[in-house]
Nanobody
Framework: QLQVVDSGGGLVQPGGSLRLSCAAS????????VSWFRQAPGKEREGVSY???????LYAYSVEGRFTISREYAKNTVYLQMNSLKPEDTAVYYC??????????????????WGQGTQVTVSS
């Protein structure tokens, strides 16, 4: 079965850290661009970070300098390390994978596989 599974969310205090994982099965994630999106209640889904099949990384302005996206090819997994978390980072986070594309990484319609989502809550 071709799928991605995201995990690693939880409850953390402001200033804390979490690492999200996106594990693929049935295909080689290294051949795909992978993004993390998030959606908070009442808000639209937004792109958080992207890593291309060539290793290029991109970040939303709101998370740059705090979040880091990376790959572990041997585990067919992409990670999102989130540091200095803020209450406004609270959302359901989704990983998504797409074949190489020239379209904007934030266009969620371009993605072929989606994780089920993992809740991140930042609160004291």
């Amino acid at each position: 079965q071709l799928q991605v599974v995201d995990s690693g969310g939880g409850l953390v205090q402001p200033g804390g850290s979490l690492r999200l994982s996106c594990a693929a099965s049935g295909f080689t994630l290294g051949n795909y661009g992978v993004s993390w999106f998030r959606q908070a209640p009442g808000k639209e889904r937004e792109g958080v970070s992207y890593i291309g099949y060539s290793g290029t990384t991109l970040y939303a302005y709101s998370v740059e300098g705090r979040f880091t996206i990376s790959r572990e090819y041997a585990k067919n997994t992409v990670y999102l390390q989130m540091n200095s978390l803020k209450p406004e980072d609270t959302a359901v986070y989704y990983c998504a994978a797409r074949r190489p594309s020239r379209s904007s990484w934030t266009d969620h319609r371009q993605y072929d596989y989606w994780g089920q989502g993992t809740q991140v809550t930042v609160s004291s």
